[in-house]
Every structure is written in C-alpha cells, then in structure tokens.
T-cell receptor, first 116, second 118 residues
Framework: GAGVSQSPRYKVAKRGQDVALRCDPI?????LFWYQQALGQGPEFLTY????????KSGLPSDRFFAERPEGSVSTLKIQRTQQEDSAVYLC??????????????FGPGTRLTVT | AQTVTQSQPEMSVQEAETVTLSCTYD???????LFWYKQPPSRQMILVIR??????QNATENRFSVNFQKAAKSFSLKISDSQLGDTAMYFC???????????????FGKGTMLLVSP
C-alpha cells in the first residue's frame, strides 16, 4: 500500500512569507507526528495528533508554527512569517497505534524548506 | 526528560565486515522502548530494529542485532556482513511507555553516519 507522502518535497520561501506543508499519512493510522530536522541533526519533535486531536504541541518553536488535522487524516503544518532559522527538513510520520508503544512510526520523505 | 546520545558522528566499514554503532540514553522510566532507524541519502527514514526494555533477550533482524544493557542504559547496533546499501545515517530513538497523559513521544539521538566502502 501507499506510504506516508508529503508535499511539496522542496520549498523555497522568502523571509516573511507564509508556508503550508502537507502530510498524507497511511490510511487508518491513528497517530500523526511532525518533526523538524536541521542539517546533520536528528529529528526533533514538533507536535502530535491522535486522530483529529492535537494532544501535544510542546515542540513547536514559536507561535508562528501551527498544525492541524481537521478530519483525522491529512495534516498541514503552517509556518507564518518564515525566518531563516526555520530552514530545515520537516518530517511527518504516522503510526497505527497510540504514541508511546513499541509500534514503529512510518516516515514520509520530508519537505526541505529553505528560507532566503 | 529523556536524552539519547550517539557519540560517533561518523563510522566507516568495508563491505562484508562487522560494525557496531553506540547509543546511550538517560531515563528514570522503567518501561520503555528503543529503536534504531536508518535514513539513507534519499531521506526516507525506516525502522531497522526495536527493543522492549522488559525483554532481556537482545533483538535481532537478519544482519542487524542489538546489545541492550539496561543497567548501563546502553543500546548498541551491530551490523554484520555490511553491504553497500547499509550506507546511511543511523538514529537511535527512545520512547517511554504511555505516561499518565496516555501517550509519549520519540526522542532521537543526533545520528551516526555510516559509510560502507567496497
């Protein structure tokens, strides 16, 4: 079956622009995660959805970051007034179970955001 | 808070040889799960192997095995008979079992870049 997909794969934004990153998880997966991965670093947790409920947004770096998953499937990560420090790869992952288990997370290919 | 430390930024190995990647973690939880994820240059991260802390037996998946030392909080990955396709970033990751909130999230190390050469 289809895996996790993300779009766009690459995004170049001018400083101050708003961007929207999309994640299509595996159908039926309950959990959805967003991570930020800086160059040469491990993924850092941003936010977690259980179906349509955003249970944890403790990793969002500022109030310029906003995520939603209104129908419990597709999710969008929005970044307002982008800054150069927002340049990173944004990874989406989904899992068939609730977070905090031995179940693996299935990752998308990521969106590479470059803010100029 | 949990931390995951990978002390080897880069490792090199020749094809068919064995290599071990190190990982240590810090937690006060007794029930937790540990993972090794692989991220090839194409960037899609995939699970290599997982270990449940309550299981004493080390996990194995074909050429991949772990050395889980709970008391030392160590979780190393051994790759036997290395292949060119093993070239990738390898991330160690940790999650406690569900907390009072009913869930918990993954914490990743900074990764080890493994280069397998012919």
């Amino acid at each position: 079956g289809a895996g996790v997909s993300q779009s766009p794969r690459y995004k170049v934004a001018k400083r101050g622009q708003d961007v929207a990153l999309r994640c299509d998880p595996i159908s039926g997966h309950v959990s959805l995660f967003w991570y930020q991965q800086a160059l040469g670093q491990g993924p850092e947790f941003l936010t977690y959805f259980q179906n349509e409920a955003q249970l944890d947004k403790s990793g969002l770096p500022s109030d310029r970051f906003f995520a939603e998953r209104p129908e419990g499937s597709v999710s969008t990560l929005k970044i307002q007034r982008t800054q150069q420090e927002d340049s990173a790869v944004y990874l989406c992952a989904s899992s068939p179970r609730l977070a905090g288990s031995s179940y693996e997370q299935y990752f998308g290919p990521g969106t590479r955001l470059t803010v100029t | 808070a949990q931390t995951v430390t990978q002390s080897q930024p880069e490792m090199s190995v020749q094809e068919a040889e064995t290599v071990t990647l190190s990982c240590t973690y810090d937690t006060s939880e007794n029930n937790y799960y540990l993972f090794w994820y692989k991220q090839p240059p194409s960037r899609q991260m995939i699970l290599v192997i997982r270990q449940e802390a309550y299981k004493q037996q080390n996990a194995t998946e074909n050429r991949f095995s772990v050395n889980f030392q709970k008391a030392a909080k160590s979780f190393s990955l051994k790759i036997s008979d290395s292949q060119l396709g093993d070239t990738a970033m390898y991330f160690c990751a940790f999650t406690p079992g569900p907390l009072n909130s009913g869930y918990s999230t993954l914490t990743f190390g900074k990764g080890t870049m493994l280069l397998v050469s012919p």
